[in-house]
């Protein structure tokens, strides 16, 4: 069985995912704010959320990133055990960076990390960023959600002891606290808990692109109460809605360990997704 797509259809599709995901935020993220905006009482984050209200409108007419941080390029793949593209896709993927980078265009984010230098074209070992999973069937989906630094540069983790399951509220707390206006709130708060070290960071990053409107669970609805009443507010200056939501994921862990993730994500969180069928 192979796939009915091209290589050179595969990176335009690709190229155009990366373009919504730059240009258009998800329905659901949209819905949060203006829900924020209308329930705001602070005259000052109720203007800030109306600014980025606006943003997002002018973003979507004109067809232009949303943010000058146009981020580092991380995909999400699902790729079924059946689907044969008949082509290298991780080459494929970074060809249809290259060609993102220079026609929407996006800032070239990507340096290499000691000398700083900039491939000037979103790639480079280890850009874009791709997390497979291998699943069941003959299709291909793959999630684009780049992201920023500003956000990025807050998020924490902690190996905490295996007695402290009652210390991981507090340890999102800190981390939102010590990041307050830097990463543009209001947030999406992603908590990985468990797995090892660089899993439960993974398990963080795939929460923030859970689905905002399914209803959150109790430690979720927890952390976001606290983490409101924080009173950061939108970008840092005050009012009641530091974060939109919470997402936590979990994985069990070494019977000695307590890994938990916090990645932070700003209003921007960016994703879109495609999917690629392959012949019945
Ligand atoms: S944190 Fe988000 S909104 Fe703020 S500059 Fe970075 S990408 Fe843009």
């Excluded at 800032?107 to 069941?136: C, E, F, M």
């Excluded at 507010?233 to 939501?245: I, W």
Aim: proline share 5%; hydrophobic share 40%.
């Amino acid at each position: 069985m192979s796939s009915k797509i091209s290589r050179e259809t595969f990176i335009r599709s690709i190229a155009d995912l990366l373009r919504k995901a730059e240009i258009e935020l998800p329905d659901d993220v949209v819905d949060l704010l203006r829900k924020a905006e209308a329930g705001e009482e602070s005259h000052v984050a109720k203007s800030q959320l109306q600014a980025i209200l606006k943003n997002i409108e002018i973003a979507k007419k004109y067809g232009v990133p949303m943010c000058q941080d146009t981020g580092i390029m991380i995909f999400f793949a699902e790729l079924g055990t059946e689907f044969q593209p008949g082509f290298d896709l991780e080459a494929a993927i970074k060809e249809a960076v290259i060609l993102a980078t220079a026609e929407i265009p996006l800032r070239p984010n990507a340096v290499d990390p000691l000398t700083r230098k900039n491939s000037g074209n979103n790639t480079g070992t280890g850009i874009p960023d791709i997390h497979w999973k291998l699943v069941q069937g003959n299709q291909l989906k793959i999630i684009a959600a780049p992201k920023g630094a500003g956000s990025e540069n807050m998020s924490s983790l902690r190996m905490l002891n295996p007695t402290e399951t009652g210390s991981i509220k507090k340890f999102v707390l800190e981390t939102i606290v010590n990041a307050g206006g830097m990463p543009c709130p209001p947030l999406t708060i992603g908590v990985g808990i468990g797995g090892s070290f660089d899993a439960a960071a993974r398990l963080a990053k795939e929460a923030l692109l859970e689905p905002f409107d399914i209803p959150m669970e109790g430690l979720e609805r927890e952390i976001l109460e606290a983490v409101n009443a924080l009173g950061i507010g939108c970008m840092g200056l005050g009012g009641s809605t530091t974060a939109l939501t919470v997402h936590v994921k979990k994985a069990y862990c070494h019977t000695a360990s307590l890994p938990v993730a916090v990645n932070i994500q700003c209003w921007a969180n960016r994703h879109a997704s495609v999917v690629f069928r392959g012949e019945e």
